[in-house]
């Protein structure tokens, strides 16, 4: 089979990474039919309580300019410029994403960004079939099901993508067959929505321009900025123990609960409790999946392939990647079964790290944020960026803002620079001053240039 244009492609799931994808292959010269067992969301409400406002970054912003489609994306973008961490006995401290003006992340809805791709989708050519289930692979074919009818068919196409999430029936199915083994990692902690309402006037009651965030140590709470003023809060907690959702289950213990940890949302939003039990309980688990493709066939892609917990705000972003990977593969002109193991080969790696480093990311956003030796390391790494740009540059830094850098390569130069900050702590001064002939060497020796030719590199 010919990765050639003209060829009808199927993509199952059409929340976000599905219509960007068809897009993609669209403007390739495919026939795609995008399925999607939800009715139109454009005609329809989005679920509600299980949005989680999703953070874009330039890591995704990439494939959308690669898609076309990034200036009407661009409307709908919040800035957010750092954390504004609230602490019980402090006021709130911005601790900054980046150094630069230009090193912000965005809030962006779900249901809005849908909403967009699944019009340009359309635009470019693209034939949706909503309220259409993927039953997954039986035998040669893939099954599917109109909902509206009952009818059952088998989708007919050259090749099949499923972006169909986390919980890919299609990935399911593979595992059936032994093509794929899937490893299901649960957090263990689960999460519920809530909406902070607009001041009189439609304004924000917090500051917009920063995402939002309550360290509780075992816990957390977020807060991410809607264009009409609203915040989407969402709470982070064990499923049980003490605190956990287990504990929450009577009026008192709820109340008391939110008046003791979050008394600022507490005494601006009369109806969090409400909120809270009114809006279901969502789990959070990371997917380890191996065998992405069937030959040919079908492909896994998104979280179908590798689901992450949402605290470094890459599920979405990586999604993006995986589209533009692949529409860069093809131009190869291999055939699928080629470039679908080619796929894999190139992108696992990177999406296991990102696993990781979304897992470490909870724990600095519940509780090292507050930590004094925390806030010293980051002003340091930021010391050393300055110093030395073409060699260091913060882990969290590398993965939002820097798409030219793999998220394994993120990881591998994080814990080296990790090391490097922690020998400068233990060797700096009594003033806390960085000994900058240490700096150099430990950069030098242990960190190679990004790429391209270091402007700082030292000569004789």
């Known amino acids: ?80 410029r750092g954390r504004m961490v609230h602490e019980l006995s402090a006021a709130p401290l911005l601790q900054r ?5 230009q090193e912000v992340i965005y809030s962006v809805g779900r249901a809005a960004l849908n909403r967009v791709l699944i019009e340009a989708a359309e635009q470019a050519g693209v034939s949706v079939r909503f309220e259409h289930r993927c039953l997954g692979l039986q035998g040669q074919t893939l099954r599917c099901v109109d909902e509206r009818s009952g009818r059952e068919f088998d989708l007919e196409c050259e090749t099949a993508i499923a972006a169909d999430g986390a919980g890919s029936p ?103 409790c409400a909120d809270f039990r009114r809006n279901p309980q969502g789990q959070l688990a990371t997917v380890h999946a191996r065998g992405w493709h069937l030959g040919g066939q079908v492909l896994l892609l998104g979280d179908a392939a590798h689901a992450i917990v949402p605290f470094h705000g890459q599920g979405m972003n990586a999604g993006f990647e995986d589209c533009a990977l692949l529409d860069e593969l093809l131009e190869a002109g291999e055939d699928w079964a080629q470039t679908y193991a080619r796929f894999e080969q190139i992108r696992r790696p990177s999406t296991e790290a990102i696993a990781r480093m979304a897992l470490e990311n909870y724990l600095e956003m519940r509780d090292q944020v507050r930590d004094l030796k925390f806030q010293r390391l980051k002003r340091r790494a930021f010391e050393l960026e300055q110093r030395f740009p073409e060699r260091f540059i913060p882990r969290y830094s590398m993965v939002m803002f820097h798409p030219e850098i793999s998220y394994l390569e993120a990881l591998r130069r994080g814990q080296v620079q990790a090391g490097i900050l922690e020998r400068l702590e233990r060797e700096c001064t009594a003033e806390g001053a960085t000994d900058a002939a240490l700096a150099e060497a430990l950069v030098y020796e242990q960190l190679p240039p990004l790429g391209g030719r270091d402007p700082g590199a030292r000569t004789g």
Not at 1 to 9: N, Q
Request: charged content about 20%; some cysteine.
């Open 1 to 80: 089979m010919s990765a050639a244009g003209g060829r009808a492609v199927a993509v199952i799931g059409a929340g976000l990474t599905g219509p960007l994808l068809g897009l993609l292959l669209a403007r390739r010269g495919f026939a795609v039919t995008l399925l999607e067992r939800r009715p139109d969301p454009r005609r329809s409400a989005a679920d509600g309580g299980r949005s989680i406002n999703l953070a874009l970054a330039a890591r995704g912003m990439r494939p959308l300019e690669r898609a076309g489609v990034l200036a009407q994306v661009e409307p709908l973008l919040l800035p957010m």
């Open 170 to 272: 299609v990935r399911e199915s593979l595992e059936r067959t032994g093509a794929c083994t899937v490893q299901i990692e649960p957090l263990g902690h689960d999460y519920k929505e809530m909406t902070l309402p607009a001041l009189p006037g439609g304004t924000h009651a917090l500051d917009p321009g920063a995402l939002h965030i309550w360290p509780r140590g075992g816990f957390m709470l977020i807060a991410l900025p809607n264009p009409e003023g609203t915040f989407t809060l969402t709470l982070f907690l064990p499923r049980t123990g003490v605190p956990s959702f287990a504990a929450l289950r009577d009026e008192a213990a709820l109340a008391r609960f939110f008046a003791e940890q979050f008394p600022d949302l507490a005494a601006h939003h009369a109806g969090l």
């Open 97 to 101: 994403y980046g150094q630069r003006p």
